[in-house]
Structure formats: structure tokens, C-alpha cells
DNA sequence: CGTGCTAGTAAGTTAGCACTTACTTACCAA
DNA sequence: TTGGTAAGTAAGTGCTAACTTACTAGCACG
């Protein structure tokens, strides 16, 4: 029998497996049986842990909606006010580029269609991260002219850059350029 | 039995079809019988005009590649060079807010996992878009400055912002929010 | 008018995957 | 030491969705 381990252990290697698998192979493509092997246990064994797959995806966002909490409150604490946005958005490159199933799955359509709850979540997560951007803009020295749209525009270029690393096989630095184009714009 | 049409309909049909549902559904959870149903047809006769399901997403991506290269190279004719940019741009979400399911083909990893030749149709035309853009760019009162980044950025920006209106629900009016994203960068 | 072609159908088959059942074994506490 | 609990297993079950088979019927053309 494979080396026995506690629940608690179990379930968070299930979830980091998840992620893992998640940037692999897309997160709506992933199978129990999947992470089983990648674990060496049972296909079964996964359902001792969590009795529905989707209690997994519950677990997964929940790591993921207070991980990224943490890091963006973080990321603000001593920072030279002007520096308090760049800061935050090096911050969150640096977490995407630890975590490079992130963004595909916050941003998974099926996985929102097969999982309901997962869209609130989302939607709770941008407002969050928009509010941040928001104070930090307003923080620095910020130029005229309406900081909420500012934020959106800065949420919508992060997303963008996000997706179009995980789309070319994190074929670059995205933290090297994401700080770039986040300065080109400011 | 069902109206009979030429295998030419048919399949103009199923395309359209199946990119009106991976709008509602996510583009990887698709079913043939999802397609049929819409359609008022079997199951079966899918598989007439389009022997494997791949095939379908073959002929959906050859679509969307012509449409989005015709949507980039048509809006660029006789504008005055400032607005070059500006109708580039405004053309493309036009494009997108007319086949909103246009970003999630595109960047559905699962879709990618699944079928892998349209990863490389993306990135010729993600390629081809930066190219368009960086053209734009340059025609313009241009800011001093790399025409490449700025091309990236743009790029990244509204890929970013196809994506919140995405996950949104379609809640608000991409060509009108975008361009004035698009404004306020430039 | 009938013959060949192609769009269509009903009823399979097969494979993958979530989930179950019935059992076994490690480990901790009384 | 032993007995309950929880982690594990092998071998299913059932559903879903891609694809097949064997047949039917519109339609263009000689």
C-alpha cells in the first residue's frame, strides 16, 4: 500500500496537484484518475478527500481567492507612495508567474459552466483587485482625469498580458515585461 | 424527415452554430448533439458534413482567421493616419461584439489541449495583429518611443479587456468602453 | 421514369470519467 | 493489546458523448 498520509496533508497536495495538472492540460480537462497517478494512489482515494470533484475546484479557488488577497494587501505596506501601483502589480506578475495555472483557471468558460460558484468568486476577486489598483492609483502621483477607469484599464492590461503568456507556452519574463508595459503606460 | 439542404449550408450552419453555442457553453463542451438539436437535425448527420469533431473546429478557426485578417486589413484604408489606430482597434471590437465567442476560442486552453493545431493559428494571428497594429502605430503621431512595446501593449490591452467582458457576461458595451480604454492609454 | 448521389435517420458501439461498493490495513488512544 | 477511525485498494456501475452501421428518401440528370 502506498505510504499512508494525514487528511490535511492529502487535500492540499490534491489541490496544488490540480493546479498543476490545470496549466497543463487546461482546468476543465483535468480527471480525478489524473491526479491520482500523478500522486501514486488510487483514482478512489481522491474521493475520500473530497466526495464531489467539484468540492476540489472549491478548494482550489478558495486557496486562490486568499492567496491573492494576501499578496495584493501585502504587496502595499512600506512602499514610497508613487511606488505603492508598481509595487502591487510586480506583486501579482510574481504570483502568476509562481502559479501559472492562475489566470486560466479564473478564466476558464467551462469550468465557470460546469461550476456555478466559481463565477461569483471571480467577480468578487476583480472588484477586489480593481479597489486596490484604485487606491494605489490614487495614492501615487496620480494624473488628472478619472482613477476608477484608470484601474479598469490597468486590471484589463494585467489580464492580458497574463493570458498571452499562459497562451505562448510562457514563452516570456512576465514579470520583466509585465513591469515593462505597465510603466510604457503610466 | 427534416428540409434538406446542400452539404454547403449544412456546414455554414454547424460553423455558425457552433460558435453561437461556445459562447453559451464554453467552446470545449460542445456536443455534437448539442449542435443537431440547435439545428433541428440528428445527432448523425454532424458527422456527415464534418467526419470527426476536430474538423469542426478546424473550419471554425479557418473562419475566424479570414474574418478577423478581412476585419484588420478593411479598416485601414482611406482613415486620416491619426485615426488609424483608432478604427483598427474599433473594428476589431466591433468584430468581437458580434461573435462573442470569438476570445473564448481563441483562448480556451482545454479547446488548445484537445486540438492542438490551433495553437499555432493563434499565435500567426496574434502575430499578424501585433504587425497591424505596430503599422498603425507608426502611421500615427507617434510618441517617441518603442513601436514594438507599444504594439504589445495595445495588443495585451484589449485581449484583456475581451476577456472581462467575457467573464462579465457581456454586462457592458465592449466598442464603447474599449475605445475609451483604448483613449486614455494613447 | 429511373438511377446514382448525397442528406438524412434509428439504433447501435465504445471509451472515458465521475462516482460507489465492499473490503483491507495503518495508526493512535484508551 | 486492542479497537475504532480514517486512508487506502480492486472492481465495479452508470452516464455522456464521439463515432459507426445499416438503412431511407429527396433531388438532379439522362
Known amino acids: 500500500m502506498t505510504p499512508r498520509k494525514t487528511g490535511e496533508q492529502r487535500k492540499a497536495e490534491i489541490i496544488e496537484t490540480a493546479l498543476l495538472l490545470a496549466a497543463e492540460l487546461g482546468p476543465d480537462r483535468i480527471t480525478a484518475e489524473a491526479i491520482a497517478i500523478r500522486l501514486g494512489i488510487s483514482q478512489p482515494a481522491i474521493f475520500k478527500h ?5 468540492d476540489i475546484w472549491d478548494a482550489v479557488i478558495d486557496w486562490l481567492a486568499r492567496s491573492l488577497g494576501r499578496v495584493w494587501t501585502e504587496s502595499t505596506t512600506d512602499e514610497p507612495p508613487e511606488q505603492r501601483l508598481f509595487a502591487l502589480l510586480d506583486a501579482h506578475f510574481a504570483f502568476i508567474a509562481a502559479h501559472p495555472a492562475v489566470p486560466l483557471v479564473l478564466l476558464s468558460p467551462e469550468l465557470q459552466a460546469r461550476h456555478p460558484p466559481l463565477r461569483q468568486t471571480i467577480m468578487r476577486l476583480m472588484a477586489l483587485f480593481h479597489t486596490e489598483l484604485r487606491q494605489a ?5 496620480s494624473p488628472p482625469g478619472n482613477a476608477d477607469q484608470r484601474a479598469w484599464m490597468m486590471l ?6 497574463a493570458v498571452r503568456w499562459a497562451l505562448s507556452g510562457h514563452a516570456f519574463d512576465i514579470r520583466a515585461e509585465g513591469g515593462e508595459l505597465v510603466r510604457l503606460v503610466w
Open 137 to 141: 492609483i490614487n495614492a501615487g502621483p
Open 156 to 161: 484589463s492590461l494585467v489580464q492580458g498580458i
Open 50 to 54: 473530497f466526495p464531489r470533484k467539484g
